[in-house]
C-alpha cells in the first residue's frame, strides 16, 4: 500500500507530532518502507481465525471498587512543568 | 569481588568474608574507571547506593538479611525509582524523578538489594542496537566499536563489562534475549504476567515484560525469585503459583526434547553462528536431551505483524507524554495544540515518533481492520504454531540472532534491515512464551546466544536446561578484555 505526504501529515496531526517541512518527505518514505514490509500481512488467510489481544488469551480483571491509595497530589504536582493552587497549567483554551 | 556470581556475594555477604559497603564500593570504582568506554549506565547516585548498602550491613549483621540483602543490582532506566530519575532513554523524560517505585524496584528493594544505578537504553524501549537513546549508545564490552544490542543495551554491558554483578531488563520483542547475545550473558524473558508490568513505563503492553541478566542461569534464577509473582497492581498479571527457580536448576536432562524449527536455521543465519549453535545442541545431546526438528510455519509473518501490534500499542501509550502532568514542556506554547505536538516533536526521538505514527495509522479509521484486527489474528496463527509443537518437545532450542554484534552505526538509518535483527525473537514476545538466551561460542571474537524457548510458565524447566549446559560449558565465564583494566 502507498502512502502520500498529506496522509502523513494527516496522521501527524492524529498523533500531536510537529513535523518540519524539512523532515516530512523523509518520514514519508520510512514509513512507506514499513507498510510496505508489513503489507505481505494481507495475503494471509484469516478467515474464522479470533484476534489475539493477550496471550494468555485472559480477560480484564476486576476489583472492588474501593479506595486504597491515598491521595498524593502534591507529590504527583511537584514534578509537573507548570502548577497553581492544585491545578495543572496549560495555556489559554478559552478566550 | 566483581568477577564473583550473585550466589558466590551472597554467600560471602552471610559469611562476612566482605561487608556490602565494599561490594558496592567496588562496583562504583568500576563504573568510575571503566564506564567511559561503555556508556552503559545513565544515572548513577553513589551516596545513596552506599547509604544502602550500609542498611544491608546492618540487617546482615542483626541477622535480619533478606534474599538478597546487600548485593548491588544495576536495573534498566526504564523502571520508575523513587527520588531517582527515570529517563527511559528519552529526552522527554530526561527531568522526570518519579515519586514512587516500580513493583519490581519494590520487590529488589524488599529482598534487600542496592539499587547500583540506572541503565542505558534504546529510547522507550525502541531499538535493537541502544542507539536510539538520547543519551548516546551504550557500546558493546567484546568490542567497544559494536553496539551492545537493545533495547537493554546497558544492562548487557554493564553485566558484561563487570560494572554489576546482575541487572534488570525488559523485553517487548527480544530487548533482553538479544542484547544478552550480543554481550555474551544470559537473560531470560519471562512468560507474559510473570513479573508485574506496573511502574515500567510501557511501551507494547500485551507483550512487555521484564526479566534479569545475569552471566548464568542460576543467577538469573537468583533474581527472578525476587521479581516474579502476582501484583494486584498490575491487572495483566498472572495469579499462577510461582516456583523457587533455583530448586530444580541441577535436574537431568536425560528424555528432555528439544525442538529445532527449521526456520530458524535456514536463510539468513549467518553460517559461523549457525555451527555455535548445533555445538551446543550436541552438548545438550551428550546430556540426555533429544534433538526433534519441526516447523514453526507461520515464522515469516512474525516481523510484520509485531511491527503492526507493537507500534499500535506504542502509539496508544505515548499518548500521555502530553507536556502536561511531568516530563519535558516545549518552550513557550502559543496554545494547547503547539504545546503538545512542539513537546512531542522536540521530546521524542525519531525511531519513536515513527513508531507512533505507524501506530497511529494502523489504528485509524479504515485502516484498523486491514491492520491491526489482521495482526492478532496472525497473532494467534503464530502463537498456535509453538502450542502444536509443545505437543511434540519440551523446549525450542535455536539462535537468539541471525549473527552476532554489528558495528555502530551500521544499521541506524535503516530502520527495515534494523527491524530483522530481531526475526527469532518476536513471536516469543507474540505467544507471551519464557524464552532465554545464554552464551553458545565466539565468531570472531563476538560472542554468539543460544536461545530457548519454553511452554507458558516454565521458567524453571528453561534454567535447569540452561544451567546445565553451563556447567559444562564456560563460554559465561569469559571476560572482555576491556573489562580486565581497573582491577581492584
Request: one cysteine or more.
Amino acid at each position: 500500500m502507498r502512502i502520500e505526504q498529506d496522509e502523513i501529515e494527516k496522521i501527524a496531526e492524529l498523533s500531536r507530532i510537529r513535523i518540519s517541512d524539512e523532515e516530512i518527505g523523509q518520514v514519508t518514505q520510512r514509513i512507506a518502507e514499513i507498510l510496505q514490509m508489513v503489507d505481505q500481512l494481507q495475503a494471509v488467510d484469516t478467515h474464522d481465525v479470533e484476534p489475539m489481544a493477550n496471550p494468555l488469551d485472559a480477560t480484564q480483571r476486576l476489583r472492588p471498587d474501593k479506595v486504597t491509595q491515598s491521595n498524593r497530589r502534591n507529590a504527583f504536582q511537584a514534578i509537573a512543568p507548570a502548577v497553581e493552587n492544585g491545578l495543572y497549567l496549560v495555556p489559554k483554551v478559552i478566550e | 569481588m566483581h568477577t564473583k556470581s550473585v550466589a558466590q556475594l551472597v554467600k560471602g555477604l552471610r559469611e562476612r568474608q566482605f561487608s556490602s559497603v565494599e561490594v558496592t564500593r567496588a562496583y562504583l570504582d568500576r563504573i568510575d574507571a571503566l564506564d567511559s568506554q561503555y556508556n552503559s549506565f545513565i544515572t548513577v547516585d553513589e551516596a545513596a547506593a552506599l547509604a544502602a548498602a550500609g542498611g544491608a550491613d546492618e540487617r546482615l549483621a542483626s541477622g535480619t538479611a533478606n534474599a538478597l540483602t546487600g548485593i548491588p543490582i544495576a536495573h534498566k532506566d526504564i523502571f520508575c525509582t523513587d527520588g531517582v530519575r527515570t529517563s527511559c532513554g528519552s529526552r522527554m523524560l530526561d527531568n522526570f524523578v518519579p515519586p514512587y517505585d516500580a513493583t519490581v524496584i519494590q520487590r529488589f528493594k524488599s529482598a534487600g538489594a542496592v539499587l547500583l544505578g540506572k541503565t542505558n537504553m534504546d529510547e522507550f524501549a525502541m531499538g535493537s542496537s541502544n542507539e536510539s537513546s538520547f543519551y548516546g549508545p551504550a557500546r558493546n564490552p567484546w568490542n567497544t566499536d559494536l553496539v551492545p544490542g537493545g533495547s537493554s543495551g546497558g544492562s548487557a554491558a554493564a553485566v558484561a563489562g563487570l560494572l554489576a554483578p546482575a541487572a534488570t531488563g525488559t523485553d517487548t520483542g527480544g530487548s533482553i534475549r538479544q542484547p544478552a547475545a550480543f554481550c555474551g550473558i544470559t537473560g531470560l524473558k519471562p512468560t507474559y504476567g510473570r513479573v508485574s508490568r506496573l511502574g515500567i513505563v510501557a511501551f507494547a503492553s500485551s507483550l512487555d515484560q521484564a526479566g534479569p541478566m545475569a552471566h548464568s542461569a542460576e543467577d538469573c534464577a537468583f533474581l527472578l525469585n525476587t521479581m516474579a509473582g502476582h501484583d494486584p497492581l498490575d491487572s495483566t498479571s498472572s495469579t499462577a503459583a510461582t516456583e523457587d527457580y533455583c530448586a530444580t536448576l541441577g535436574d537431568s536432562l536425560e528424555g528432555l526434547r528439544i525442538g529445532l524449527p527449521t526456520e530458524y536455521f535456514g536463510e539468513g543465519l549467518d553460517v559461523a553462528t549457525g555451527e555455535c549453535i548445533n555445538n551446543a545442541l550436541k552438548e545438550l545431546e551428550a546430556q540426555g536431551a533429544t534433538l526433534v526438528e519441526m516447523s514453526l510455519p507461520h515464522s515469516a509473518l512474525t516481523i510484520p505483524t509485531y511491527y503492526i501490534i507493537a507500534p499500535a500499542e506504542a502509539s496508544t501509550n505515548l499518548a500521555r507524554f502530553d507536556g502536561v502532568r511531568y516530563g519535558y514542556r516545549c518552550e513557550n506554547p502559543v496554545d494547547l495544540h503547539d504545546l503538545y505536538s512542539r513537546t512531542r516533536q522536540e521530546g521524542f526521538g525519531e525511531e519513536v515518533k515513527r513508531r507512533i505514527l505507524v501506530g497511529t495509522y494502523a489504528l485509524s479509521a479504515g485502516y484498523y481492520d486491514a491492520y491491526y484486527k489482521k495482526a492478532q489474528q496472525i497473532r494467534r496463527l503464530i502463537t498456535q504454531d509453538f502450542m502444536h509443537c509443545f505437543e511434540q518437545v519440551d523446549v525450542i532450542a535455536g539462535p537468539t540472532t541471525p549473527g552476532p554484534a554489528f558495528a555502530l552505526g551500521a544499521k541506524s538509518n535503516d530502520p527495515t534491515s534494523m527491524y530483522l535483527e530481531d526475526v527469532y525473537t518476536l513471536a516469543v514476545n507474540l505467544a507471551g512464551l519464557p524464552g532465554m538466551s545464554l552464551p553458545a561460542g565466539f565468531v570472531e571474537g563476538k560472542p554468539v546466544g543460544l536461545q530457548l524457548i519454553g511452554r507458558h510458565f516454565s521458567e524453571a524447566r528453561l534454567l535447569n536446561v540452561a544451567h546445565r549446559f553451563q556447567q559444562a560449558t564456560d563460554w559465561h565465564l569469559r571476560t572482555p578484555d576491556s573489562a580486565k583494566g581497573g582491577t581492584l
